[in-house]
């Protein structure tokens, strides 16, 4: 007969610890196993006798049910049936319920921990929306509105996020793919730790728009503080996002991010060809047209170029005629 006791460093089987419901004031009474779904049969740990209104101790009259999504437990949806307790008083006839704060929201239908993991599937592993409510077992507006409730609670509204901001980003953003509305959103990020060498840039904001007024308005509505720290913003050609910058926060300096600088020079170096095909050739690019055939080499740096390369644009510049591109090219990827 084989040896029950568990090895060294194993404790007894706990399903309350193990679905992670001991933070959350429970405790499993039970599970049913479904096709689709797990079922956790759980009671609230700590008693709560006594009256809201005029703390008398109340008598225990009934209990409901309380359903609240939990974290998956491998990808298999988990639910919560909580057994929660009501109470009447019998002094002032006030009836109430378990105080379940601790597992959820009042009106929630998620727990706190499938709330977090939902979060963080979304913000950390990337998951979409309706990959998440798959693995919940919710509907996709049930776990949207969770999450961005949730996500605005802990990232918006948080107090200390413009803290230490030195240098912010600004560009617009296309998030709406539709005919009607306003489909730009203008996001403002914290370039701060990556001037530092500290970590990637952070998300500050986004506003709905993409205008003078949509960034000008963002930056009114910071402190004092906030905009006296600010020592660079970095931003795209337009110029509204400048003249916001000068007016809200004058003593800051303005510049081009590097992204835009590259494009724009990109852009100059694709119609210097263009120009000078046409005048060569009086055509556009052809196939076989030395320089439609190195449109994508000049693109690259020149510390970037492997040996074929750097043999095709050597024997472009040969010709007397392209001296205007190869100018161009050494003065864009200098």
């Not at 509907?139 to 949207?144: G, K, L, R, V, Y």
């Not at 413009?162 to 914290?190: L, M, P, Q």
């Amino acid at each position: 007969m084989s040896d029950a006791t568990p090895p060294a460093g194993f404790g007894r089987p706990d399903l309350t610890a193990f679905a992670r419901l001991d933070g959350l004031g429970l405790s499993v009474t039970g599970q049913r196993l479904e096709p689709d779904r797990a079922v956790l049969a759980c009671r609230v740990v700590e008693p709560d006798p006594w009256c809201r209104r005029c703390g008398s101790e109340g008598a225990a009259r009934d209990t409901v049910i309380r359903r609240l999504a939990h974290e998956p437990l491998g990808w298999r949806p988990t639910v919560l049936e909580v057994v929660v307790r009501r109470y009447r008083c019998a002094d002032c006839g006030h009836v109430w319920r378990q105080d379940t704060s601790a597992a959820a929201e009042p009106r929630a239908k998620l727990s706190r921990t499938g709330l977090r993991w939902a979060l963080e599937g979304i913000v950390v592993a990337h998951l979409t929306v309706a990959r998440v409510a798959e693995g919940l077992g919710v509907a996709w507006d049930t776990a949207n509105n969770a999450v961005l409730a949730e996500g605005k609670r802990l990232l918006i509204n948080d107090p200390t996020r413009f803290e230490g901001v030195k240098v912010i980003g600004v560009d617009e953003h296309v998030w709406r793919h539709t005919r009607r509305g306003d489909k730009y959103a203008t996001v403002i990020i914290d370039l701060t730790p990556v001037r530092d060498g500290a970590g990637p840039a952070r998300l500050l904001d986004m506003v709905e728009g993409r205008s003078k007024a949509a960034f000008k308005t963002w930056l009114a509505d910071r402190d004092d503080a906030f905009r006296d720290a600010v020592e660079v913003v970095a931003m795209d050609g337009f110029t509204g996002f400048k003249t916001a910058a000068a007016e809200e926060i004058p003593d800051a300096v303005t510049v081009m991010d590097p992204f835009h600088v590259v494009r724009l020079a990109g852009d100059a170096l694709d119609r210097c060809r263009r120009r000078v095909q046409l005048a060569i050739h009086g055509h556009r690019g052809f196939r076989d047209d030395p320089l439609y055939k190195s449109r994508r080499t000049l693109h690259t740096g020149a510390d970037l170029l492997t040996d074929k390369q750097s043999d095709r644009l050597r024997a472009l510049f040969v010709d007397d005629a392209h001296v205007e591109v190869e100018a161009t090219w050494v003065s864009t990827s200098a």
